[in-house]
């Protein structure tokens, strides 16, 4: 569809060339560049200098006329992305080429014209500020970054060695972290049947199902191979569902889960796809985020709450919750979104919340009268005295547990190396996206952990080259606007996606080409600016409440209540623990999504 002002520039055309009658002589002082077609179109050979001076006002790039004029070869460049993968370096964001294109033809006409608007557009001093903007902006995206390493998977000769039955068994894994297929990620189809937005994502560990959780209190089962809902129930809790995992060698038969009234639930699930019951295991005085599972183990796992407790649980006991211990930085406690236990060292867990600090601790040596009980803790130097509020919304630990990565609130995302001494500080740096609406999730993509992904709130999804802290992949997630979740495949190179929207994204490495990361460079520098923006005015406080006060007063409370309350499936039941809370009912009210 053609621009309004884009119309009127044109009527103003036809009404200069019918005032000179059509007449191919220029008057002086006009533009004498020739534009047009091989057919020398008389129309098309002239322009105006007031036609020239209208279009620069209006902002709108010269159109073809509507007789079939042409624009110039360096307007059709404009449309070709610059962030190829060519491994040029940097992300520049006032590339020459760009300037030239976009800028320089202009500069150059409204010399010859001599238009004294021009002259002082083009003296502003916010001209000169935006250009300062730009280039600091890019000598930022620029920093920390390492040349990307040469492709470690080739397709043909890889092929060829599984033919010969070559290290078949290494095929997979290795197609799974090859760069190549990452650059050909795209949307294969979505999974709906949530009615509210979709917090979180867990492939069990053959591969085969996909638990989802979401606002609207349920909690559904998929074969996502064949994008059918296998199993739907009712998860037991009054408030948002945060997270539930298939605990591992249980045959996928129970389901932890974890709300925002703070409750942490067990689901039993029969083989003919039925819900048996749900139970209450333990409950914080606060919302939980996060579970982290022990990876060999069928029956215990750990949470951690917004009250700073992490509680050990294991369901062989008849008080399955044991508090294992209060975060605290000094005396005073610190609310908890995240968890996850190193896979490598079972007995080590790191915990991250409400300060900008990321802790480890032994489960076998916990004392709190020892340092409030932390093995080490890491934090980005820069960060250690930040006057900034930071938050942690996800850390986790590589395939391995030799490295641990970090989503800070309205900040990057950090790499650290989990062997080093307390007091370390990071080992990469990952830029470019924005965490600031919700609650974030971060994770590891690749067999040997390769890449770096996360959602934004600019609704994208960014994968960076771990090792060079490049982006190489950008792909358009949730319309909603926030892409929360991130679950790779535990086998297969794709993965599931969610966020504010009401479904689920499946995505795997279809595309016939590789990514031309068209739009990353503009999203890049909004993200930056709006975070400029919010850390000047200082605004974190007010923006927090103003979200959660429409959050709020969009909550959907489910009509139906009665339809859980009566479900055979579900019940109410719980297991006594000492450390657990009777007043369930006093929790918070349920709320769609939960602000960071």
């Known amino acids: 569809m053609v621009s309004y002002s884009a119309a009127v520039i044109r009527v103003h055309q036809r009404k200069c060339l019918a005032s000179i009658g059509g007449s191919e002589e220029k008057e002086p002082g006009e533009d004498r560049h020739k534009e047009g077609d091989a057919s020398g179109s008389k129309e098309g050979q002239t322009q ?7 279009a620069e ?20 460049e404009e449309d070709e992305d610059t962030d190829s993968m060519d491994g040029s370096g940097l992300y520049s964001l006032t590339e020459d080429g760009e300037r030239e294109s976009e ?44 040349d990307m390493r040469g492709p470690v998977w080739r397709a043909v000769p890889s092929l060829r060695s599984r033919e010969i039955g070559r290290d078949s068994h290494q095929f997979v894994r290795r197609v799974c972290g090859a760069r190549g297929l990452v650059q050909r990620l795209e949307l294969q189809g979505r999974l709906e049947r949530h009615t509210g937005c979709v917090n979180t994502l867990h492939f069990n560990p053959s591969g085969t199902r996909l638990a989802s959780g979401s606002d609207d209190l349920r909690v559904v089962i998929w074969d996502w191979a064949i994008r059918r809902a296998e199993l739907e129930f009712d998860s037991g809790h009054k408030s948002n569902v945060f997270q539930a995992k298939f605990l591992p060698h249980s045959g996928d038969s129970t389901l932890a889960m974890c709300a925002r009234d703070g409750q942490i639930r067990v689901a039993e699930l029969s083989a003919t796809q039925r819900c048996k019951n749900t139970k209450r295991v333990a409950q914080h005085k606060g919302a939980a985020h996060k579970l982290a599972l022990e990876p060999d183990s069928p029956c215990s796992f750990l949470s951690a709450g917004e009250d700073a407790v992490v509680f ?31 896979p490598a060292k ?95 999730g971060v994770n590891f993509y690749g067999p040997c952990s390769e890449f770096v992904v996360s959602g934004s709130d600019c609704g994208h999804i960014y994968l960076w080259d771990k090792y060079s802290a490049r982006i190489v992949q950008f792909m358009e997630g949730d319309r909603g606007g926030v892409v929360n979740c991130l679950e790779p495949h535990p086998h297969l190179p794709g993965m599931a996606t969610s966020g504010l929207d009401h479904d689920i994204k499946l995505w795997a490495p279809t595309a016939e080409t590789p990514t031309g990361l068209k739009g990353l460079k503009e999203v890049m520098k909004k993200n930056k600016r709006e975070r400029d923006e919010d850390s000047v005015r200082h605004g974190d406080q007010y923006d927090t409440q103003l979200l959660w006060f429409l959050m709020r007063h969009m909550r959907n409370r489910r009509p139906a209540r009665a339809r859980r309350e009566g479900a055979d499936a579900d019940t109410d039941d719980s297991w006594s623990s000492p450390d657990s809370s009777d007043e369930e009912d006093g929790g918070p009210d349920h709320v769609q999504c939960m602000s960071s």
């Not at 006002?57 to 059709?76: F, I, L, Q, W, Y």
């Not at 080490?376 to 006057?387: A, D, N, Q, R, T």
């Not at 509020?389 to 641990?404: A, F, M, P, Q, R």
């Open 57 to 76: 006002a209006s902002g709108d790039k010269s159109m073809p006329d509507v007789e079939g004029e042409t624009g110039t070869t360096r307007e059709g």
């Open 312 to 342: 050990g649980i294991d369901l062989r006991l008849d008080r399955p919750a044991n508090k294992l211990v209060v975060v605290k930085e000094g005396d005073k406690k610190v609310g908890l979104y995240t968890i996850f236990v190193n």
């Open 346 to 440: 079972t007995h080590h867990f790191a915990v991250g919340g409400r300060d900008q600090y990321v802790r480890i601790y032994d489960q076998r040596k916990i004392n709190e009268n020892d340092n409030n009980g932390v093995l080490k803790k890491f934090c980005p130097s820069h960060l250690v005295s930040s006057e900034s509020k930071t938050n942690i919304t996800c850390l986790v630990y590589s395939h391995d547990g030799t490295e641990l990565l970090a989503s800070y609130n309205d900040e990057d995302i950090y790499l650290f190396d989990s062997d080093h001494s307390d007091g370390a500080d990071y080992l990469r740096r990952y830029k470019g996206h924005r965490n600031n609406a919700t609650v974030k």
């Open 48 to 54: 105006s200098s007031s036609l020239n001076e209208t």
């Open 103 to 146: 800028g320089g033809r202009r500069e150059k006409a409204k010399e010859k014209d001599g238009g004294k608007r021009a002259a002082r557009k083009r003296n502003r001093p916010d001209d000169d500020d935006d250009d300062d903007d730009d280039e600091a902006m890019e000598a930022w995206l620029g920093a920390e970054l390492r």
